[in-house]
């Protein structure tokens, strides 16, 4: 120990602060709050001795802080003391200090000691009172009304259809939850809700935002009942209603009403997410006027087709159009694929999937095809079509372009299932803040038992969870108003809206699944019980990582069009591009390497939204520029596409995510303006200073070597985290009862456990 800091174990009243230093300095870092707090206190202190004073102030000097062995010295010279003292005064640190200074300490002292131990959150003894976690009123109307956003009626509608204690089901055979699931299905399509899903054929309404909101909210709900909906009316209805022309639509109703059972035949077992690769054919025969579906080998096999196994009538089927030997890309056909009476159409086959990790009410089917055939009326040609002549016409004259306009035009899935990932949360969520709150373990000695939600740990578990559900959840109601606005133009360029669609689904999916599973482990075993809900929610949601797309694969495309928007822009800009693209480098640099900003670590800096979004905007730009970089190096070099691709795919995913990040963030900035509650808003402010600065503390490191963050940045980012969710959590369970969630859908017995009177 070197000798400035030997010199503390010299002066006893100076001792009888070490236990407080130490634990002031315990994590590597004393923050400019802290140091701000001791050094006022000391100021007010009278009857230290100036030596004693300066010896505690160099202590506290941030240039100069003590090695990891002088910390170990002092652990264990306070180690000692505390076996000394007896058990109610073990761990009160003005006790060790008065131990450790083997002298008595003037009143004045021993206050002052303990106030400080008071200011760095540090319990006087670890007797800490269950009243101090006091739960705080938060105004859970005013953030209701925040998160239903413009169709609060509608989504009072589906929770009225939720709030059904019969409309819940566990541990039941796959045959039961299927016929289970067909009652509540038509029992959805006699409130109404089911005709907001074509607007202008079905209900007056001007767009799918009515309609994709409801989605969102049945989603609180049974999943087989969201994905069987989903795939009626998003899949099947969308099809007719997106990629037919009025003599499709006309089905719409029937649709609607469930008269026309359907399903949407994409997927093959050969080819996944490759769409563009379907193997199945549609064969033009001009002497007949007809298309010729067919499976020709099994990698074909349509697969994983929702409503095929059992109810689907008709199939909306993909495959590749082939006129007069030549191929024209994947198109969409109306099939029939039963009789009325549940029988397969000749030449199709039909096969069951069977039991699944979850999601068993939905009838999950495989279907091949042997030269059926349909009139070729039955394609769907809003998009291209084949004359009187036989002849293949297409206002789009560019095949891909032509592939690309088809397939956007079912963004809309994404949206939907993003978003029911985010309700699937917001019920993981609700069980377990009210549990936690309610479900008391361990407490100081002769005291009562604490609640969970007390412990730090637990509150990391759930906490930045319910912060940024807040956020997506906000995120995807300007996410349906850009679908809405898109869709609203014909022929629109969907490739925007396609990208910000598959992003916030991608992240919003892997947010549902994680704060699943930490909401199962928060609740313990009685997380594991199926009568608590929490089991089938991760079983049923667990798919929507893949559903409507494969993660992955989806941040994947969205760093394809992040980085081609940013090559064009170079491109289309010229020099004059490149310049700027240079000037925003070296800014970036000065600001990178700026000593001040990167070790500001106050309070009012790490809650700044502008800090928050300069953040993520730096590690978004720095990864979206060079991976582009690093994409056209390889291409300069004669390399292969596909191989360059393939070396630069982690770096590709990592721009995606982190554009995500920052268009998550700021769509919440956005629609949080729109709030008109002032306490409302302030809530939600702070529920996005979790949410980013927890997002930031995940990727610190990325920070710390691009030289945005000193180190001591990083640590003051996790304690800013630590201290919200201290503020947060006598707030969650008012945040999460802002969900809306109807107690008979919310169902989990946890979720109203009371363990003074037991039910």
Known sequence: MNQRHAALLDDPQVLAFLPILYVAWA???????????IAERLRDAPWLRPEARSRIEAWLDPTSPPSASELADVRALIERVRGTLGSARRNVLAAQGEAIAHADLSPEALAAAEELAALLAIPADDSASPQAFAQVSVPVEALGVALDGEFAAVRAKVRAYLDDPDRRMYGLAKDEQRALVRGWLSALEATGLMKLSFPGVTTDAVDHRAFMTAFETLALGDLSVVVKAGVQLGLFGGSLFFLGTERHRAHLHDVASLKMLGCFAMSEVGHGSNVAALETTATYEHATRSLVIHTPSESARKEWIGGAAVDARWATVFAQLVIDGKRHGVHAVLV??????GQPAQGVRIGDCGVKMGLNGVDNGRLWFDHVRVPVDAMLDRFAKIDEEGQ??????????????MLGTLVGGRVSVGSAGVSVAKSALAIAVRYSVARRQFGPEHGPELPLLTYPTHQRRLLPQLASTYVYSLAFERLRARFAETMATTDADTRSLEAEAAGLKAIATWHASKTVQLCREACGGQGYLAVNRLADLKADSDVFSTFEGDNTVLLQLVGKSVVSRFQKSLASGGAVAVLRMLGGLAAEQVLDMNPIEARRTDPSHLRSRAFHRATLAHREATL???????????????????????EI????????????????????????ERCADPEAKRWLVRLGDLHALARIEETAGWYLESGWFAPEKARAVRKEVEALMREIAPAAVGLVGAFGIPDACLAAPIAFFDPAHPS
Do not use: N
Not at 27 to 37: I, Y
Not at 336 to 341: L, Q
Not at 624 to 646: E, G
């Open 624 to 646: 979206v520029r060079t991976v582009a970089l690093r994409m056209r190096k390889r291409l300069a070099a004669k390399m292969d596409p596909q191989a360059a691709l393939l």
């Open 392 to 405: 293949y016409q297409s206002s789009i004259t560019s095949p891909d372009r032509r592939f690309f306009t």
């Open 649 to 672: 795919q982690e770096h590709l995913v990592a721009a995606a995510i982190a554009w995500v990040d920052h268009l998550a963030l700021r769509w919440f900035d956005e629609e949080c």
């Open 27 to 37: 994590d590597g870092d004393l923050s400019e709050r802290e140091r701000a707090v």
């Open 336 to 341: 029939r694929i039963r009789d009325d009476e």
